[in-house]
Every structure is written in structure tokens, then in C-alpha cells.
């Protein structure tokens, strides 16, 4: 599959302050996904990306696909504790179903 | 729909023994998938199902797993005989297919199976 690396790893944010999350591929990726995951919890899907460029808001979350289509970030204003959890980028060939899922990005606020 | 559907939830089991996991898709669903996801390796797809047929089994580990789908509400992943290696959680997903939905990749994971093999 096609191989992703995530940063950072661990993110602590305070509460409040705003965070990005990166997935990055050494090859052109036809689109990607997000998935999040809570403490003891499974994934749960967030977001697809499609086109090159393309930006995606839901609420508080800002999702882009890279120019190049090789890069997408997560981005998360005035964090909250109901943001905790592990955020999982998982790109996908054309017309394929198969996922490969990036390693994560674990999530701790401080209240 | 009450989602996907995965059991047992947790299994306890020594070396050595036959595990079987179980999984009900939602309704209408044509793509189902398994995963295995483990501290070390992450979150893995182990084998995957179009309207009941085996596409993609490259990340089966070895010959003591197994998996398949009877019909399209259900589907098992056969590990005989156990080892302490294969403890992980094991989840299920399901995914509508082209052609529905607005997304008819995402995938709907259901809530794992947590294995522990002694």
C-alpha cells in the first residue's frame, strides 16, 4: 500500500490553543481519508479529500489536500477536551477500496 | 441501522487454541474489511470482501489465519492455532461501494474484538 508518515506522533495541546497534524507520502496520492479515534474507542470517519488543493471545514476542523496531492494536514482551532484522541490519515489508490492508515497522531489536552 | 457488529468483544485464550471472530456488516454494505491493530504495527488491513469475495488478502500474517464471508451479513476471521503474537484488537468495517452514498468509500468500524492470548 502506499506508505504515509504522520507528525508529529504526540501532540499535548492546552486547551484553547490551536494544533496541526501532518501526513506526508513520497508519491503522488489519489486521495486520502481521516479517521478519528477516542481513547478505547474505533475509528471513525472524519473526511475525504479528492482534489488537489481542495480545503474542507467542519466546525473547528480545517482539512487540505496538498498541491501536489502528496501531503495533507489537519488543522484544529481553540482546542477542546472533546478533541483527545488519535487522528489517523489513510490514503487510498484510484478506485480502490483499500485504506493504508498512517501510523496516528495521539491527542492530550490540558484543561 | 444499529452499525457494524463485532463478537465476542473481548476473548481470553492460552496458545495453542482455535479463535473465532465474528461479524455482522450493515445492511446493504458490499465492501467489508478486516483490521488488526496493535501498539507496535498500528492499524492493519488484514483482508477485505466485495459483495462476499475475497479481493485483497496480502495482510493475512500467515496460514493460521483465515477468513471468510457466507453471505453478505456475515463474516468470520479463523485463527488456528492461536499465539501470544496474534493479541491486538480486531476490528470489522463496512463500506457502501461506488455508486451510493455521498462517500461510498468511508468506512463504518464496528466497536473490535480485544484478543489475549496467553
Known amino acids: 500500500g502506499q506508505q504515509v508518515m504522520q507528525i508529529p506522533q504526540y501532540q499535548h495541546v492546552q486547551e484553547g490553543e490551536d494544533f496541526t497534524t501532518y501526513c506526508n507520502s513520497s508519491t503522488t496520492l489519489s486521495n486520502i481519508q481521516w479517521y478519528k479515534q477516542r481513547p478505547g474507542g474505533h475509528p471513525v470517519f472524519l473526511i475525504q479529500l479528492v482534489k488537489s488543493g481542495e480545503v474542507k471545514k467542519q466546525k473547528r476542523l480545517t482539512f487540505q489536500f496538498g498541491e501536489a496531492k502528496k501531503n495533507s494536514s489537519l488543522h484544529i482551532t481553540a482546542t477542546q477536551t472533546t478533541d483527545v484522541g488519535t487522528y489517523f490519515c489513510?490514503?487510498?489508490?484510484?478506485?480502490?477500496?483499500?485504506?493504508?492508515f498512517g501510523a496516528g497522531t495521539t491527542v492530550t489536552v490540558r484543561a | 441501522d444499529a452499525g457494524v457488529i463485532q463478537s465476542p468483544r473481548h476473548e481470553v485464550t492460552e496458545m495453542g487454541q482455535e479463535v473465532t471472530l465474528r461479524c455482522k456488516p450493515i445492511s446493504g454494505h458490499d465492501y467489508l474489511f478486516w483490521y488488526r491493530q496493535t501498539m507496535m504495527r498500528g492499524l492493519e488491513l488484514l483482508i477485505y470482501f466485495n459483495n462476499n469475495v475475497p479481493i485483497d488478502d496480502s495482510g493475512m500474517p500467515e496460514d493460521r489465519f483465515s477468513a471468510k464471508m457466507p453471505n453478505a451479513s456475515f463474516s468470520t476471521l479463523k485463527i488456528q492455532p492461536s499465539e501470544p503474537r496474534d493479541s491486538a484488537v480486531y476490528f470489522c468495517?463496512?463500506?457502501?461501494?461506488?455508486?451510493?452514498?455521498?462517500?461510498?468509500?468511508?468506512?463504518?468500524f464496528g466497536p473490535g474484538t480485544r484478543l489475549t492470548v496467553t
Open positions: 489513510a490514503p487510498s489508490r484510484s478506485n480502490d477500496y483499500k485504506l493504508s
Open positions: 468495517a463496512s463500506s457502501l461501494g461506488v455508486g451510493w452514498g455521498i462517500n461510498p468509500y468511508e468506512q463504518y
